[in-house]
C-alpha cells in the first residue's frame, strides 16, 4: 500500500513536471493570436499618426494605431474586420468595434462614424465592411482609425492586456517599450507575401535629434481664425503637426494637420491656448509650444 502510494506520488510528482508546470500553463498563456490583415480595402495605403505607447496610446491600448488614408479621404472609408470573428460589442460614443477571435484575443476599431448594425455574436469574417471610419469621440475635427489587438480573460474580458500587431501582408511590429513607436509608416493593404517585413523605422530614441519647434508666424483674426506657424525641419523630413485648443496651458493633443496651420474652430467665450508640436517622419516630436493665447470675449 505505502508503495503504490509512492508510486502514485511519484507519478503525479513527474505528471506535474512533465506535464503541468510545462503543458498546461502554456495552453493558457501561449494559444496563438489570430492571424491579422490591415483593416483597410486591399490596395489602399494608410500611414501611422500615433504610434505604439505615450499618448492615448497606454495600457491596454498600447500597441494600438492611429491610422489616417494617404491618397484619399479616411472621413468615410470602410473599415475592415482584420479577421474572422464575432461581433463582440458597439460603443457609439468612441465609434468603437470589438470583435472576438477566441482564446481572449480582441481587435478594435475606434472613432467610427457609421457603422454596419450587427448585433451581439453575430458571425464577422475577415474583409467584412464594419462601418466607415470618422472622428467620432475625439475632442476635435481629426478623422483617423484606431485600431488595436488586446487580451483579455472571462466573457468580459477583464485583464486586458496589448498584443503587438502583425499583419498577413508582411508587416511586424514588435513592442520595443519607447514611445510613438513605429510613427509615419505606411501600409498598403492586400499584398498578401509581397509586402516588405517590418517595416520598422525605429523609435523616437534612435533617431535624434527630435524636429525643431514651431514659431508663430501669423496669429490671423476674425471668426474662422487661421494660425500660421514656421515649419519645423527634422532629418527624416516633417509629417505633420499635433494641435491642443483648449484652456489647459499645458494641454496636449491628437488633433493632427500635415501644413504648418489650423483653422480653429468656432470657440465659445473663455481663455485658450494653441499649442503644437511637430511630428517627424521617424516618429520623433518636438516639444509642445505655445503659440498664441486667446481671449474670446
Ligand atoms: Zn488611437
Redesign the pocket.
Known amino acids: 500500500m505505502i508503495t503504490s502510494l509512492s508510486r502514485l506520488a511519484a507519478f503525479v510528482l513527474m505528471s506535474a513536471l512533465l506535464f503541468g508546470t510545462l503543458y498546461v500553463p502554456m495552453t493558457l498563456e501561449a494559444a496563438a493570436p489570430p492571424t491579422l490583415s490591415l483593416p483597410i480595402p486591399a490596395g489602399e495605403t494608410w500611414k501611422v499618426i500615433?504610434g505604439y505607447n505615450c499618448g492615448?496610446?497606454t495600457g491596454y491600448?498600447e500597441n494600438?494605431f492611429?491610422l489616417v488614408n494617404v491618397h484619399g479621404r479616411t472621413r468615410g472609408a470602410p473599415v475592415l474586420a482584420a479577421a474572422d470573428g464575432t461581433y463582440w460589442w458597439w460603443g457609439a460614443r468612441g465609434g468603437t468595434v470589438i470583435l472576438s477571435h477566441g482564446n481572449g484575443f480582441y481587435t478594435m476599431y475606434?472613432h467610427l462614424e457609421s457603422r454596419v448594425p450587427f448585433g451581439k455574436g453575430a458571425r464577422i469574417e475577415r474583409g467584412t465592411v464594419l462601418g466607415t471610419a470618422g472622428s467620432a469621440g475625439t475632442s476635435y475635427n481629426n478623422p483617423h482609425l484606431?485600431f488595436e489587438m488586446f487580451r483579455g480573460d472571462g466573457p468580459s474580458a477583464t485583464n486586458r492586456r496589448p498584443v503587438p500587431l502583425s499583419f498577413m501582408e508582411g508587416y511586424t511590429f514588435p513592442d520595443h517599450g519607447t514611445c510613438n513607436q513605429y510613427a509615419g509608416t505606411k501600409l498598403t493593404a492586400g499584398s498578401s507575401g509581397s509586402a516588405p517585413h517590418g517595416l520598422s523605422t525605429g523609435s523616437a530614441k534612435s533617431l535624434p535629434p527630435a524636429p525643431t519647434a514651431p514659431t508663430l508666424l501669423d496669429p490671423g483674426s476674425g471668426v474662422h481664425q487661421i494660425v500660421r506657424w514656421n515649419a519645423s525641419t527634422a532629418r527624416s523630413g516633417i509629417k505633420g503637426y499635433q494641435i491642443y485648443v483648449g484652456s489647459d496651458s499645458q494641454g496636449t493633443g491628437e488633433w493632427f494637420v500635415v501644413e504648418p496651420q489650423v483653422a480653429l474652430p468656432g470657440l465659445s467665450t473663455g481663455q485658450y491656448v494653441v499649442r503644437v508640436r511637430a511630428i517627424d517622419n521617424a516618429g520623433n516630436t518636438s516639444a509642445w509650444v505655445t503659440l498664441l493665447e486667446l481671449t474670446v470675449p
Open positions: 500615433q492615448t496610446h491600448d494600438a492611429d475606434s484606431h
